[in-house]
């Protein structure tokens, strides 16, 4: 059987949101009336991509300027793959740039500096008391991590059980930032490419889960406000995989049972969706946090993310690290 670990990425048709004036936010759309499913909602159904070089938070040197102009945000764009393509043919992930080819462009999400827009400096906001000591438990579970005493030591992407693209919130991730939207009178589901979840948001009134319950991508429920999907999320656990790209997000975040996020949807044009998401965690930040990414529509299908199957890497870890301790003796 043969895997495949790629998805033809969004047509060059595909466009981000407006073009705003000199380091504004873009103009309002003009309105548009979304295609409806029989229950009358906005149909969500399709193939998209939140691919972005839009960082997570915003980079010191552009201090408090939230958008670029239709230049900067070109030039940025640019700049950003052209490190992405400078990687050594000898890197481990050098198939990313195979992956992504020049003439599918990443974009800059709505022209954002950063995907954060709240706080104001675009910026995750400082840990409570609790979160610094939950930093420091986590620097002796990257301690453990190192030594590899056992695959649970190992993080939950390289063991494929959960790689963090499909949040909540989705924050995407470094390739095959892709997903597929499903929808019924009493559901959307959401299937990631990456790993292989598909995340069922009921839409049918129900209330979450039992506050003992908790799940690594939490208890998801949705509800309409107009022509808006509004994901209320909660139960979630300490290991929830807080995770963006590499490339334009730190992987030290991280979140307590605590967290709860709050996602809207909403259809701008028939090839995008804004989204948007609030998240807070009194157990880790000072305060909550939001963010905007634009959700575009990209030709599909999905392909299959085959990560145990082959994945040698997790057994040639353990090994090394086995061969390391009788090597040292």
């Known amino acids: 059987m043969r895997y495949r670990f790629c998805l033809s990425l969004l047509p060059a048709a595909a466009a981000l949101l407006l073009i705003p004036l000199h380091g504004q936010a873009p103009k309002p759309a003009k309105k548009w009336t979304a295609l409806r499913t029989p229950d009358g909602h906005p149909d969500l159904q399709g193939f998209w991509t939140n691919s972005t070089v839009t ?48 003439k599918y ?41 190192e030594l590899s005493e056992s695959a649970q030591d190992r993080n939950l992407a390289e063991r494929c059980i959960n790689w963090g693209a499909e949040g909540p919130p989705m924050l995407g991730s470094t390739y095959n930032a892709n997903m597929q939207i499903m929808q019924n009178g009493n559901s959307v589901v959401i299937l990631n490419e990456m790993i292989h979840n598909a995340r069922i948001i009921p839409t049918d009134g129900r209330t979450h889960l ?16 107009g022509d808006t999907l509004v994901v209320d999320s909660t139960n979630f656990t300490d290991d929830t995989n807080f ?5 334009s997000a730190r992987q030290d975040i991280f979140s307590s049972r605590d967290l709860h996020v709050v996602e809207r949807f909403t259809p701008v044009d028939p090839d995008t969706i804004l989204y ?12 909550p946090w939001s963010g905007e990414m634009v959700m ?14 082959g994945n ?13 301790e009788k090597a040292s003796k």
């Not at 506050?211 to 991508?217: D, F, K, P, S, T």
């Not at 998240?279 to 000072?286: G, N």
């Not at 990209?298 to 199957?309: D, K, L, N, T």
């Open 55 to 102: 960082p997570l938070e915003r980079p010191a040197e552009l201090a408090n300027k939230e958008f670029f102009t239709e230049e900067e945000a070109a030039a940025f764009e640019k700049d950003r793959v052209a490190r992405e393509n400078a990687q050594a043919k000898t890197d481990i992930h050098y198939d990313n740039v195979l992956w992504q080819s020049e």
């Open 105 to 145: 462009s990443k974009g800059v999400s709505n022209r954002r500096t950063s995907l954060i827009f709240d706080p104001p400096d675009g910026k995750v906001p400082p840990l409570t008391a609790s979160g610094q000591k939950h930093a420091e438990a986590l620097k002796e579970a990257a301690r453990r991590r």
């Open 210 to 225: 039992d506050a003992a319950v908790h799940q690594l991508g939490g208890d998801s429920i949705g509800r309409w406000e």
């Open 243 to 247: 995770r963006g790209p590499p490339s």
């Open 276 to 287: 948007r998401f609030t998240v807070e965690d009194p157990s880790t930040w000072t305060k």
């Open 296 to 309: 575009r529509r990209m030709e599909g299908p999905i392909y299959e993310y085959a990560c145990h199957e």
């Open 312 to 324: 040698f890497g997790l057994a040639n870890i353990l090994a090394g690290a086995r061969a390391a």
